[in-house]
């Protein structure tokens, strides 16, 4: 009897664990960080903003390489999920081609900006990569 218990117990287990998809590792010293614009500087729409990544390289996404990744801008937004594929709207930029900066329209006002790097379907590391969040300024 105990082990039809253990037996229904790991199928069941094994039918879970293979339906959730664990999460890419990243190495711990990587960073990602916005090297422009920069935390409170006024700026002028379209504004070129440039990613920086220290400690991991850059993947388009759908490519299994270890120790890399790909860019995701967040807009006037909260942090996403961190254990779900990252949202793809006005708010959350994909980068999946493996650029490292972008041209982005913005209306006039403040508006912040963050960056998190996402693995090959676009879910985010762990641990997760973020940048700090910074506020910016269009004139």
Same mark, same amino acid.
């Given at each position: 009897?105990?082990?039809?218990?253990?037996?229904? +117990?790991?199928?069941?287990?094994?039918?879970?664990?293979?339906?959730?998809q664990?999460? +890419?590792?990243?190495?711990?010293?990587?960073? =990602?960080?916005?090297?422009?614009?920069?935390?409170?500087? +006024?700026?002028?729409?379209?504004?070129? =903003?440039?990613?920086?990544?220290?400690?991991?390289g850059?993947?388009?996404a759908?490519m299994?390489?270890a120790?890399?990744?790909?860019?995701?801008?967040?807009?006037?937004?909260?942090?996403?999920?961190?254990?779900k594929?990252i949202?793809?709207?006005?708010?959350?930029?994909?980068?999946?081609?493996?650029?490292?900066?972008?041209?982005?329209?913005?209306?006039?006002?403040?508006? +912040?900006?963050?960056?998190?790097?996402g693995?090959?379907?676009?879910?985010?590391?762990t641990p997760?990569v973020?940048?700090?969040?910074i506020?910016?300024t269009v004139?």
């Amino acid at each position: 009897e105990m082990k039809i218990v253990f037996a229904i +117990t790991f199928s069941l287990l094994t039918l879970f664990s293979s339906n959730t998809q664990a999460q +890419t590792p990243a190495p711990t010293d990587a960073e =990602v960080y916005l090297i422009s614009p920069l935390d409170g500087e +006024t700026v002028t729409s379209p504004v070129i =903003v440039k990613f920086g990544l220290h400690g991991m390289g850059v993947a388009p996404a759908g490519m299994d390489k270890a120790n890399t990744g790909h860019h995701h801008l967040i807009i006037d937004h909260d942090l996403p999920a961190l254990d779900k594929p990252i949202p793809m709207d006005s708010n959350h930029k994909h980068f999946g081609g493996g650029q490292t900066e972008a041209s982005i329209a913005l209306s006039p006002g403040k508006h +912040t900006l963050q960056l998190i790097m996402g693995d090959k379907t676009h879910i985010p590391h762990t641990p997760p990569v973020i940048s700090e969040k910074i506020t910016i300024t269009v004139k």
